[in-house]
């Protein structure tokens, strides 16, 4: 397949802190990407960078098979960004606001108008058109942005936590947006710190933490290669790190590690199999177990074992 955009080996420092450190891969056209990472892990300036908003410290990236670098309009022509900050002008309509991005992309005369037309049906925001945006909702605010962004019919939407602090309404209405676009043919890259929008939305998903990329790969693959196994999640009436220490001897056992909530995590191959083991062995401890769950692999476990942290800490 064709790449539409190539991360090669790029770095940016600012001063002697290495924000990004030389990640590399590639993203398809027509392909929907999810870069997934806590806040502060690098994705917003990979997305800076890529944008063209940024230059990197070292590294080059590729828009269509150019260095966007050194052929910074024609990067810039074929992207369509949405920041994570709202981008609009709250004294103007929605209407207004959208005509004046227009004319930032080039648009003019019937052009323009149609165009309007188009992204403010994409963003279900037709009858609220000549509203003046500060009387928005967050979400409706969010919406209006990823309709500039659209404006100039971009290859690559770039979405850059496009959900941060709005209703649940508006967040499903955003998340099969996306979809939808991506259905019709355009090359999209999510990121996020929501585990369950990348899982929803994406097919292939980055996960970066600390500036570097730790992991790229399909996502079931993915769930299923960095875990190999399932998840048992318990939570017991004692000081758990003796009880982690001591089940993470058991043979069968792949990980043991203490979650976010104050449960133990067991990471095991066909749990049914050797439930009776693990029971049998923390109740030889004298400890009692007030909780009790069978997870499947998500990304949520991909993340905490490939970083020994929740996504959100």
Same mark, same amino acid.
């Given at each position: 397949? &064709?790449? *539409?955009?190539?991360?090669?080996?790029?770095?940016?420092?600012?001063?002697?802190?290495?924000?990004?450190?030389?990640?590399?891969? $590639? *993203?398809?056209? +027509?392909?929907?990407?999810?870069?997934?990472?806590? /806040?502060?892990?690098?994705?917003? $300036?990979?997305?800076?960078?890529?944008?063209?908003?940024?230059?990197?410290?070292?590294?080059?990236?590729?828009?269509? =098979?150019?260095?966007?670098?050194?052929?910074?309009?024609?990067?810039? %022509?074929?992207?369509?960004?949405?920041?994570?900050?709202? #981008?609009?002008?709250?004294?103007?309509s929605a209407q207004d606001n959208l005509y004046f991005w227009g004319r930032m992309y080039g648009l003019s005369g019937k052009r323009l108008k149609e165009e309007v037309d188009r992204v403010l049906k994409i963003a279900n925001l037709e009858e609220?058109?000549?509203?003046?945006?500060? =009387?928005?909702? +967050?979400?409706?605010? %969010? %919406?209006?942005?990823?309709? #500039?962004?659209?404006?100039?019919?971009?290859?690559?939407?770039?979405?850059?936590?496009?959900?941060? =602090?709005?209703?649940?309404?508006?967040?499903?209405?955003?998340?099969?947006?996306?979809? !939808?676009? /991506?259905?019709? +043919?355009?090359?999209?890259?999510?990121?996020?710190?929501?585990?369950? &929008?990348? &899982?929803?939305?994406? /097919?292939? *998903? +980055? *996960?970066?933490?600390?500036?570097?990329?730790?992991?790229? &790969?399909?996502?079931?693959?993915?769930?299923?290669?960095?875990?190999?196994? !399932?998840?048992?999640?318990?939570?017991?009436?004692?000081?758990?790190?003796?009880?982690?220490?001591?089940?993470?001897?058991?043979?069968?056992?792949?990980?043991?590690?203490?979650?976010? /909530?104050?449960?133990?995590?067991?990471?095991?191959?066909?749990?049914?199999?050797?439930?009776?083991?693990?029971?049998?062995?923390?109740? !030889?401890? =004298?400890?009692?177990? $007030?909780?009790?769950?069978?997870?499947?692999p998500n990304l949520e476990n991909v993340f905490l074992k490939l970083t020994g942290k929740a996504l959100r800490d």
């Amino acid at each position: 397949m &064709e790449h *539409i955009v190539e991360f090669d080996k790029i770095s940016k420092n600012f001063g002697k802190h290495k924000v990004v450190d030389e990640i590399s891969f $590639t *993203i398809e056209k +027509g392909e929907l990407f999810g870069l997934l990472g806590p /806040n502060g892990a690098g994705k917003s $300036t990979s997305i800076s960078m890529l944008s063209g908003l940024m230059k990197p410290s070292s590294g080059r990236i590729l828009v269509n =098979g150019k260095d966007i670098a050194k052929y910074p309009k024609e990067g810039k %022509r074929c992207i369509g960004l949405v920041p994570q900050d709202i #981008a609009l002008y709250p004294t103007l309509s929605a209407q207004d606001n959208l005509y004046f991005w227009g004319r930032m992309y080039g648009l003019s005369g019937k052009r323009l108008k149609e165009e309007v037309d188009r992204v403010l049906k994409i963003a279900n925001l037709e009858e609220r058109r000549k509203d003046i945006v500060k =009387g928005f909702s +967050g979400g409706m605010k %969010r %919406r209006i942005n990823i309709a #500039a962004a659209l404006l100039h019919r971009p290859q690559l939407l770039i979405m850059d936590e496009p959900t941060v =602090g709005i209703d649940p309404q508006s967040r499903n209405s955003i998340l099969e947006t996306v979809k !939808e676009l /991506n259905e019709e +043919g355009m090359s999209v890259i999510y990121t996020s710190h929501y585990m369950e &929008e990348v &899982e929803f939305l994406c /097919n292939r *998903i +980055g *996960i970066i933490d600390l500036g570097k990329l730790l992991m790229v &790969e399909e996502k079931e693959k993915l769930k299923q290669e960095i875990m190999g196994s !399932e998840c048992i999640e318990l939570k017991i009436n004692h000081e758990e790190d003796s009880i982690i220490n001591g089940l993470s001897k058991l043979e069968f056992i792949t990980k043991v590690h203490k979650n976010e /909530n104050g449960c133990i995590n067991v990471y095991l191959h066909d749990p049914s199999q050797h439930l009776q083991s693990i029971v049998h062995y923390i109740s !030889e401890q =004298g400890v009692n177990i $007030t909780q009790f769950s069978i997870q499947e692999p998500n990304l949520e476990n991909v993340f905490l074992k490939l970083t020994g942290k929740a996504l959100r800490d």
